[in-house]
Each structure stands twice: as structure tokens, then as C-alpha cells.
């Protein structure tokens, strides 16, 4: 209850509540800050070139995106799980190269993500859909498509060593 002279406070629902979060949050990097962030897709590669070759790297969360050095001033970045950490190179006379916001972001198109309450399934759909091995999935579709997928790799490397298939 508001008396004389008080301005009520606007009550927010928990989902408003959240998506005022969301932009607020998204007001907090500076614009120029996003145009200078290495973005890659989960689960794919991309190059990153430098001014001077590298010497050291540091990645903040290492189990969010992996860095690995092709040629001194060329860079490998793979995804490996949704987030945001950042990436630092160091050169040989320990001056910064690059110091960078590192984003892994999902695919684009494609994957189609089935939703009953919390639970995801994810399939990807170009043109047949087959299950997917996507983060956030429930963890019975996950464990499932996860030990397909090794077998299969198993297969291949026992076929490439020189054993025939069930060797």
C-alpha cells in the first residue's frame, strides 16, 4: 500500500524477473568488446591469426574451448562446451598478443532441441534427423548416443590398425 506522495514499485513475475536480467546483462560488455570476441561453434574448429607468433597461451576455462598453436601466428580454436572464458597469448618477450573474450556458441541450423519441462533431447535433421550428442541433453539419451559413438570409433580404428571388422 502506497501512502500520499510514495511511488508504488512495479512487481516484476519471476519470468519478468529473469528477463530483466537477461538485458541487463547484455548492456554489461561494451559493444566494442563483443566485435573483438573469438566466437566458434561447439564441436568445430576455427583459425585465429596473429600479429606475432605465440609463445604462451592461456585459456580461463579450458573445458569450454581448446587452443592449440598450427604455426607460430596461427591458431586453432575447437569448442567443447556452451559458455564464455577468455583467451590470453603471450608472445616470447611476454608482452600480450591478443587478450579476447572466447564464446562457444550452438550450431545454427539443423538441430532441432525437443523440450518436455527441463528435459532436452536433441536430433540433428539435415535431411533425416539422428539423435545428437549435444551437452544439456537428458543423460540416458546422452550415455546412449555417447557409447554408439565410441563403438563406431572403435570400429574404424581397429579397421585402420588392419583388423577387419569384430577382430
Not at 13 to 39: C, K
Not at 84 to 100: F, H, Q, W, Y
Request: with cysteine; glycine share 10%.
Amino acid at each position: 500500500m502506497t501512502t500520499p506522495g510514495q511511488r508504488r514499485q512495479p512487481q516484476l513475475s519471476p519470468i519478468g524477473l529473469l528477463f530483466a536480467a537477461v538485458i541487463a546483462s547484455a548492456g554489461a560488455v561494451p559493444a566494442s568488446a563483443a566485435n573483438d570476441d573469438v566466437s566458434v561453434v561447439i564441436d568445430q574448429a576455427k583459425l585465429v591469426t596473429l600479429d606475432r607468433p605465440a609463445a604462451e597461451i592461456i585459456v580461463g576455462n579450458p573445458s569450454i574451448a581448446d587452443v592449440a598453436v598450427q604455426t607460430g601466428k596461427l591458431l586453432v580454436v575447437t569448442g567443447k562446451s556452451y559458455g564464455r572464458t577468455n583467451l590470453i597469448v603471450i608472445d616470447a618477450d611476454g608482452k600480450e598478443v591478443i587478450n579476447k573474450y572466447l564464446s562457444v556458441t550452438e550450431p545454427g541450423k539443423g538441430y532441432v532441441m525437443m523440450h518436455k519441462g527441463t528435459a532436452q533431447v536433441t536430433y540433428y535433421c539435415a535431411p533425416n534427423c539422428t539423435p545428437s550428442l549435444t551437452v544439456g541433453d537428458l543423460p540416458d539419451n546422452f550415455d546412449v548416443v555417447s557409447k554408439q559413438i565410441q563403438a563406431k570409433q572403435s570400429m574404424g580404428q581397429s579397421q585402420a590398425e588392419g583388423g577387419g571388422p569384430g577382430q
